[in-house]
């Protein structure tokens, strides 16, 4: 069985945690974790320690294959780890069995796919990207990485999401649009223009509320 450890022991680490193991059947081996003390358990899984010993433990055969389960709040660090590691340690994707994703689309390796997504025709999800429940990718859409899409979050066809956006729980972005760099889209908003700015857009139409 393939032996997967996570970086996280939060939310986001216990979750892929859960998915990993009831769905895709991995063996987590346990999580790297700056904040909590190694060979400890947290919900019975052990800490191997810190991140800096994520590298020395993989050349020593501890575990197959990794993922990032830090969340959105911390975008920026999610992607410098995994730019780290990134052609070093194999990263695994897990693709919840009860999501659909047509055999034309590509994703990348690191991603998170949870229950219900739906990704479709010519699709392209960049890594380390994280679809929650219920998220529809249309047709011809492309995701970059350290993308985030909330649950139930909808983007129709041919749209572009550049890399680290987090794209709000119900919302939804329509055809042909094209979304810049770290922007945030609030829950419940739409999209119907291209949002160039970087920062936090919300309502319906979209509005700039806050830049970054
Ligand atoms: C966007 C969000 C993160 C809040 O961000 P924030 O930076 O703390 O923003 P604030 O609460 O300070 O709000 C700033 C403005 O945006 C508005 N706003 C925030 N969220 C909004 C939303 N979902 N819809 C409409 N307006 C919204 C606020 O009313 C406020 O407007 P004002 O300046 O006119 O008074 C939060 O509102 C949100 O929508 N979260 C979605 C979370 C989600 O998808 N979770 C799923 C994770 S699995």
Request: charged fraction near 20%; hydrophobic fraction near 40%.
């Given at each position: 069985?393939?032996?997967?450890?996570?970086?996280?022991?939060?939310?986001?680490?216990?979750?892929?945690?859960?998915?990993?193991?009831?769905?895709?059947?991995?063996?987590?081996?346990?999580?790297?974790?700056d904040y909590e003390v190694k060979g400890t358990l947290k919900n019975q899984i052990l800490i191997l320690g810190a991140i800096a010993e994520v590298e020395d433990m993989f050349r020593k055969?501890?575990?197959?294959?990794?993922?990032?389960?830090?969340?959105?709040?911390?975008?920026?660090?999610?992607?410098?780890?995994?730019?780290?590691?990134?052609?070093?340690?194999?990263?695994?994707?897990?693709i919840h069995s009860s999501s659909y994703i047509d055999s034309s689309a590509e994703i990348g390796e690191g991603c998170f796919i949870?229950?219900?997504?739906?990704?479709?025709?010519?699709?392209?999800?960049?890594?380390?990207?994280?679809?929650?429940?219920?998220?529809?990718?249309?047709?011809?859409?492309?995701?970059?990485n350290h993308c985030f899409l909330s649950p139930s979050s909808s983007i129709a066809g041919k749209a572009h999401i550049k890399e680290c956006c987090i794209i709000g729980i119900n919302s939804t972005i329509i055809d042909n649009i094209t979304i810049e760099p770290f922007i945030q889209i609030a829950g419940g908003t739409v999209v119907i223009e291209n949002l160039t700015i970087s920062g936090m857009y919300a309502g319906v139409p979209a509005k700039l509320k806050k830049r970054f």
């Open positions: 069985m393939t032996r997967l450890a996570i970086i996280g022991s939060g939310d986001l680490g216990q979750h892929i945690a859960h998915h990993a193991v009831q769905d895709e059947k991995y063996k987590v081996v346990g999580f790297f974790d055969g501890d575990f197959d294959c990794l993922m990032i389960g830090i969340g959105y709040k911390h975008i920026k660090v999610r992607r410098e780890l995994y730019e780290k590691l990134s052609g070093k340690i194999p990263f695994a994707t897990l949870l229950p219900g997504c739906t990704v479709d025709k010519h699709v392209k999800i960049g890594a380390n990207v994280l679809l929650n429940v219920g998220a529809v990718v249309s047709h011809d859409t492309q995701v970059d």
